[in-house]
């Protein structure tokens, strides 16, 4: 356990990059040979639109990096937060925080970019890729990126959470994105072990159905068992997905980086969350 927060007290930028090329790679490549979907798409066209996002995505919170490491300091030497409450073994402590810092930083803000309609027409974006794999994990338009590091932030400030634990958290947040994002072909028994715990992807893909109910469940990023407490939990069978969002399908649209970060600013046309149902 030492080793652990040793190494993400002082994890440097070079393996944080690393992690996030490495398993962006691994993940094209098992999606490549065993995938869900054989999408008729060219997959480094698409990748090219995603990569961008990703990009900004890493220009925001690296910009804002300050924040989050003086926010921690505070908290930490004036032992403000949830995690000092009572006194706990420092596994249970890491655990706990790592969960609630899913459920503040990417949970409970992904459930209210569903819920507050400015939110949503910047989150849109993210539903409007229409081949989803492995890197559409960060596809974010720069404007929500700016309010997922605000929830991050408040997360820390909540919960009191030291540096090495947001470097543990976002680590396991990029994996398990590109992870719950890959299109690929799980045995079932393997999705449903993992699931008990983890997003897979035959949970999360449902939420990237181009309509409701299923584009409000499954909001998990690394754990599963908070749809399952706050009943946005759902499975469908996955081969008839249709990935993208009702009100966006035209795909020119949708893959032009020009337009996809005017989006969120163009005259309202309606949100999914308005919209008609469809039972699969």
Known sequence: MDSIIDYFSTIPSSHRTLILVGGLTVFWLIESAVPLFRFDYRKWKHAKVNIFFTLTTIVI???????????????????????????????????????????????????????????????????????????????????????????????????????????LYQTMSVVLTQFNHANVMMPKWLDNMLGVVFCTPDIHRIHHHYRLPYTNTNYGNIFSIWDRIFGTYAMVDNSKLVYGVDT?????????????????????????????????
């Open 61 to 167: 919170n690296f910009s804002m990096a300050f924040i989050l490491v003086k926010t921690s300091e505070y908290v930490v030497v004036n032992k403000i937060g949830l995690l000092y409450i009572i006194d706990m073994p420092i596994w249970v402590f890491l655990i706990v925080g790592v969960m609630l810092m899913d459920l503040i930083s990417a949970w409970f803000i992904h459930w209210l970019e569903h819920q507050v309609r400015w939110m949503w027409r910047f989150h849109l974006v993210h539903h409007t890729d229409q081949h989803i794999d492995t890197t559409s994990a960060n596809r974010h338009h720069p404007g929500e990126s700016v309010f997922r590091f605000v929830f991050t932030t408040l997360a820390v400030i909540i919960i009191g959470a030291p540096m090495w634990m947001v470097f």
């Open 248 to 280: 966006h399908m035209d795909s020119n649209e949708v893959h032009d980086i020009g337009t996809i970060l005017k989006i969120p600013f163009k005259k309202y046309r309606g949100s999914l969350i308005y919209e008609q149902e469809e039972k699969l």
